[in-house]
């Protein structure tokens, strides 16, 4: 049963809309304005929302421009209900991200008929997905894992080729076990994607097979918007010798002695931990990538953006106009190397450059 949440400050037209939905055999939420709705969308996750413009706390405008900073809610088709009707007011709901744009006194047809066109919608898109996720498992190149709330539900075979490790046993076995030099900042990466603050990562990092060998690896998660779940897809990286050429003359030599002895087991330790200490250098990289250097006032308009302000509201408090807070917005997320706000938001947080 399709949820859609009703967000409308007037009692009698929410009832109206309730009824008329339920008919319709739509599960309704109500809220009564703006606030009560982000919360809600964020808790139950509607499939649609219809919404008024004009509500206390913060109107319809402001509820599309919270809805966007958050990638797990973003994707929800918001359709306005409301009585304005200035050509300004259109414009600014569709630029917002609004689907639909229905006036008061409304139609019930017409509205019905902008609900049912929504949701065919969300069924096609869900089909492409899943249509996506079947041929990602059928990819023979690269290994693939369903992976939901820290447990590994599906595996294709070309994971387990890679890790030595049968279809069974991975399905039992703890990813830090695969992933031994590292998992915390592998974790981490997942975290981001679980949260919401980042749709998919991409890493460079090694994988532990069943015979204890380090293979080098590309890790890329993306994120499933209908549940609380991604796909994990692992691409060995060609060059296996690519560490081998890295390696300075007087360990080259080392490992030519335990050739000469024909002593594998200490040339495959001393291989691995080569690879461990080029992994490690990465990270050291990756790390001091994160220090930025931001201005006082960047740093100010940071800390309200964390704190879920609009443009409008941050220029009122630094007394800015908003367009130089655009301006400001802008340059942070060109500095951070964020793809929108709500990355630049969970980027703040996780490096402590803000205090929440």
Do not use: W
Request: with cysteine.
């Amino acid at each position: 049963m399709k949820k859609i949440l009703i967000i409308e400050d007037e009692k009698d037209i929410r009832e109206t809309l309730k009824d008329i939905l339920e008919t319709k055999n739509y599960r309704v939420l109500l809220a009564c304005d703006g606030n009560e709705g982000l919360l809600k969308t964020l808790k139950e996750k509607p499939d649609l929302i219809i919404s008024d413009v004009l509500m206390p706390g913060f109107d319809g405008f402001q509820l599309l421009e919270h809805l966007s900073q958050s990638i797990e809610v973003e994707h929800i088709p918001v359709i306005f209900l409301t009585a304005k009707t200035q050509l300004e007011d259109f414009r600014t709901g569709l630029m917002l991200g609004a689907v639909d744009y229905i006036v008061k006194p409304f139609k019930t047809k017409e509205l019905i008929n902008s609900i049912e066109k929504q949701l065919k919608k969300i069924d096609y898109q869900k089909q492409r997905e899943s249509s996506y996720f079947r041929l990602a498992f059928e990819n023979p190149f690269s290994g693939v894992f369903y992976f939901v709330e820290n447990q590994i539900i599906k595996i294709n075979k070309t994971f387990s080729q890679i890790t030595n490790y049968s279809i069974n046993e991975l399905h039992q076995i703890d990813l830090k076990n695969l992933f031994v030099n590292n998992f915390e900042y592998v974790q981490d990466k997942m975290q981001l994607c679980l949260d919401g603050v980042s749709d998919q990562e991409s890493i460079k990092t090694v994988l532990l097979s069943k015979d204890k060998q380090l293979i080098e690896i590309e890790l890329f998660f993306k994120k499933i918007n209908t549940e609380n779940a991604f796909i994990g897809i692992i691409n060995p990286l060609e060059n296996k010798n690519s560490f081998q050429n890295e390696i300075s003359v007087e360990m080259t030599e080392i490992i030519n002695y335990f050739k000469e002895n024909e002593n594998n087991f200490i040339i495959n330790e001393l291989n691995n931990a080569l690879k461990i200490v080029k992994i490690d250098k990465t990270l050291k990289v990756q790390k001091l990538k994160t220090k930025i250097n931001l201005s006082v006032r960047e740093k100010e308009v940071l800390q309200y953006i964390c704190q879920g302000f609009t443009n409008l509201e941050i220029a009122e408090k630094l007394f800015l106009s908003a367009r130089t807070v655009d301006n400001h917005r802008a340059s942070i997320i060109e500095k951070t190397n964020s793809k929108n706000t709500a990355e630049l938001v969970g980027f703040a947080i996780k490096n402590n450059i803000v205090k929440i």
